[in-house]
């Protein structure tokens, strides 16, 4: 599903990451555990194809990421690849539904899948935003600087999983939440994951959250570029 | 149109800064236009002010000077020329028509011109319009004076009203040729030109002002002195002969008064109410003339008609007082003499072919009888609008900055909101956007910010112009013709929204980088 193959990037000359190889199923909810400077950043702009790598090779759903072109890998994202931030995730001057949506400007199989699920995509976000566990109705018309920042990683969910990408990658979602909300939002994520058949990646610094995965990594076990990331 | 969709709201999202955009380049867009518009008013206005006169004949001179004395009525007047050049120069066969001009008194600071009443039939400005009158109706009498609409306005003129003009410019005190009053026959509708701030009146009123009739009050049941002065103007002037002649009838007819009676049949009426008034005998000397002389049949006419009004109107004496019943004793010297000046300041000319203008010109500017300059007036004005071309520059620069600096406020605005919007590019660029997108952001939405501006702007424009237009015309006599953007306003503002794309490249090659450099990572 995921293959990284003597995959090297290098910023101004420093190597940041150096993986010999990295395989994840599909399916898979693959933790990677790394503080902030272990190169997860990159790893995660080099999974989206945002930057390119040196040398080595990126393959995602069997496509060599390197023989696309940049605008190439971009729709690729757009189709395939969901994306949880660790915070501000959502555009401050779109409302809630709009923000949820968003994806379906720029990629027609998302949009095509979504409405393959609901009659359009309000009821859509509507659907997605009751399975992560906002079942106000009112809430699509909000303007997204209304909500809590629980409320708003949960949108930034609903965000990720419309129109059933293969691929969800979270990059520290929960940091900025409290422990209930934690757990909760962890849980209906991985439920709905699960539904959708959908491969999780979820990069953490908080190794307490390991427990809930299968499948776990330590990034600086298998990143041997050891050059400290200065994030 | 998704990116088109998330700029718009992108943008009112940072509602103060963008209305503050806004608001600095539809100022700026309506300032440029605006000069623009001025600039071609001013110009059409200027150009109007004479038209269908094919040359304006002066004194041998600067033409840009006959020009502004002669149409503006702007500067010195003290270029004369011989009114014997005029009757020359109106005899010529290729001449269709010639007004004699003459200046150098004033109202209350508005100009004085002295001409004759085919002035009114052949000046003509704009399209070859002919001056209107407003109300009242243009007289033939000697005092009567027609007054531009801007002077009837400022000095709250009505027909009928007495007026006192002033030797020279005003500016010496004490210079009032009281001794001829004149009453306003007529106010002119506005032309929108510098006649709109002139007074009309007759050649021979103005000759009459400045013979130093002063030293004869009283002179006239003597005579005697009266007679001796005026045989100057006899031997230089065959046709102060003919005056002269119709003078010396009017003694015979004084001595044997009673007599004639038979002779004024038309003024029967008249004299009755006024056997007592010495200024009966100007009226008759008037009419002796008439009879003598066929080119003074028409005012023969008027005046018969005059009598006829007298007739209906025997108890409405006071209408009439401003101009038949109290002249003043100069005024009926005057009547009598009927002098025409010896010098004039121009002659308008109309010829009767186009063709002949510039044989004309030559003609005139190789006169014998003096030296003269000739001009043709379009020619002459265009000229002269070079003088205020610098100033045009100056303007078109100093207009073109503003829009430059309501275009780089736009830029830093832009610029400034950057940082901030880098995590919004983030987020963007996860959900698919490409870094085109993003510049496609930066680049719509200053193009944006830009067309309403520039629509802003013009509806600005037209709202101040509308606003302008009545007291521009009323108080400084600038009709402002409210038009369609020309195509050079369409070009100007092209430019305009090119220039604010193009200066939106620089925010846009920035975001462009940056959205490629910070990848997924949404900075704080």
């Not at chain 2, 700029?7 to 999202?13: C, Q, R, V």
């Not at chain 2, 209408?319 to 010297?333: F, K, L, N």
């Not at chain 2, 300041?345 to 300059?373: C, D, K, W």
Request: aromatic content about 6%.
């Amino acid at each position: 599903m995921i293959n990284l193959t003597d995959l090297s990037f290098a910023w101004n000359k420093q190597p940041i990451i150096d993986i010999k190889e990295l395989t994840i199923k599909k399916g898979e909810h693959l933790f990677i555990e790394g503080p902030s400077g272990s190169g997860k950043s990159t790893l995660l702009s080099l999974l989206a194809g945002v930057i390119t790598p040196q040398s080595g090779d990126i393959s995602i759903l069997e496509q060599p990421l390197n023989l696309l072109t940049a605008s190439q890998k971009d729709t690729f994202r757009a189709n395939h690849i969901g994306f949880i931030f660790q915070q501000f995730n959502l555009l401050p001057y779109l409302n809630v539904l709009d923000n949820i949506t968003l994806p379906c400007s720029f990629s027609g199989i998302r949009k095509h899948k979504a409405l393959s699920q609901s009659k359009n995509l309000e009821s859509e976000a509507i659907r997605l935003l009751n399975a992560l566990g906002l079942d106000d109705p009112e809430l699509l018309q909000r303007s997204v600087n209304e909500l809590s920042v629980g409320q708003q990683q949960r949108v930034a969910a609903a965000r990720a999983m419309l129109g059933s990408p293969e691929i969800i990658i979270a990059d520290e979602p929960t940091s900025a939440l409290d422990s209930d909300n934690r757990e909760s939002f962890i849980k209906v994520l991985f439920d709905e994951c699960q539904k959708a058949d959908i491969t999780l990646i979820f990069v953490s610094h908080d190794t307490s959250l390991k427990t809930h995965f299968k499948h776990s990594l330590k990034l600086q076990e298998i990143n041997q570029a050891t050059i400290k990331e200065a994030v | 149109m998704a990116i088109l969709s998330l700029a718009f709201k992108s943008l009112l999202n940072r509602k103060l800064t963008f209305f503050i955009t806004l608001f600095s380049i539809a100022i700026s867009v309506t300032l440029l236009l605006g000069v623009q518009t001025l600039k071609t008013e001013t110009k059409t206005s200027f150009m109007k002010s004479i038209s269908g006169t094919d040359l304006i004949i002066g004194s041998r001179g600067a033409s840009s000077q006959l020009l502004l004395s002669s149409v503006f009525h702007i500067g010195s007047s003290t270029n004369t020329i011989k009114y014997e050049t005029y009757q020359d120069i109106e005899k010529l066969p290729a001449v269709e028509w010639a007004v004699p001009i003459s200046m150098g008194d004033s109202h209350k600071g508005y100009t004085v011109i002295a001409t004759n009443l085919s002035f009114f039939d052949h000046f003509s400005y704009a399209n070859k319009q002919n001056l209107t009158v407003q109300s009242g109706s243009i007289d033939d009498d000697m005092f009567a004076v027609a007054i531009g609409a801007d002077v009837a306005q400022k000095l709250d003129y009505h027909v009928g009203d007495r007026i006192i003009v002033t030797h020279g410019g005003g500016e010496i005190e004490g210079h009032d040729h009281d001794n001829i009053p004149f009453f306003v026959s007529a106010i002119l509708s506005p032309s929108f030109t510098a006649i709109d701030q002139t007074l009309i009146i007759s050649l021979e009123a103005m000759e009459a002002m400045h013979t130093e009739t002063h030293d004869h009050l009283g002179a006239l049941p003597g005579e005697t002195l009266l007679d001796s002065d005026h045989h100057e103007h006899h031997d230089e002037h065959d046709e102060d002969h003919e005056q002269h002649a119709a003078h010396d009838k009017h003694d015979e007819h004084h001595d044997e008064h009673d007599e004639d009676h038979e002779q004024h049949t038309a003024h029967d009426k008249h004299d009755e109410h006024h056997d007592e008034h010495d200024e009966d005998h100007a009226q008759h000397a008037a009419h002796d003339k008439h009879d003598e002389h066929d080119e003074d049949h028409e005012q023969h006419a008027a005046h018969d008609k005059h009598d006829e009004h007298h007739d209906e109107h025997d108890e409405s004496h006071e209408q009439h007082a401003a101009h038949e019943h109290e002249d003043t004793q100069d005024q009926r010297i005057a009547r009598l003499l009927k002098l025409k000046p010896e010098n004039i300041n121009a002659i308008f000319v109309g010829l009767t072919s186009r063709h002949a203008v510039l044989g004309m010109q030559s003609y005139v500017n190789n006169f014998q009888g003096e030296p003269l300059t000739a001009i043709i007036p379009a020619v002459a004005l265009q000229e002269l609008w070079q003088f205020f071309s610098l100033a045009e520059s100056a303007l078109n620069i100093v207009t073109t900055f503003v829009v430059l600096v309501g275009l780089l406020g736009m830029l830093s605005i832009i610029l400034m909101s950057l940082n901030e919007r880098r995590r919004e590019m983030a987020v963007l660029r996860s959900v698919g956007a490409r870094p085109s997108h993003i510049f496609g952001l930066i680049i719509g939405e200053a193009g944006f910010v830009c067309l309403t501006g520039i629509l802003l702007g013009v509806i600005l424009l037209y709202a101040v112009l509308l606003i302008l237009q009545t007291p521009l015309a009323n108080y400084y006599g600038f009709y402002l013709d409210i038009n369609m953007l020309t195509s050079n306003d369409l070009f100007i503002l092209l430019t305009i929204q090119c220039s604010a794309l193009l200066i939106a490249l620089i925010p846009g090659a920035l975001i462009y980088k940056y959205s490629l450099s910070d990848g997924m990572n949404i900075k704080f």
